[in-house]
């Protein structure tokens, strides 16, 4: 099954920006080979206030989204460093 892709506004407008092209180019053969086909396999389970939220991860990069039927919708690309602290102003019901 073929998810469909919805992005946070952020995730363009901030969270690409601070990105360099070679991981750009790791972060969108994993979103289009992983996580738009199979994102249950290869994304792993968030916890606690991220109950209900996936995470993929990408070299030193997340990406946390959330499946709903058969969307998926991307709330972060951030640094493994900073994302868990970031993703909670984007995170939606």
Sequence with gaps: MKYRLIYHPDVKEIDLKEIDSRNKAMIKRAIEERLATYPEKYGK?????????????????????????????????????????????????
């Design 45 to 93: 389970p968030l916890q606690r206030s991220l109950r209900g939220y996936w995470r993929l991860r990408v070299g030193e990069y997340r990406i946390v989204f959330k499946i709903s039927g058969n969307k998926i919708i991307i709330l972060g690309i951030i640094n493994r460093k900073t994302v868990y602290k970031q993703i909670n102003t984007r995170v939606i019901d």
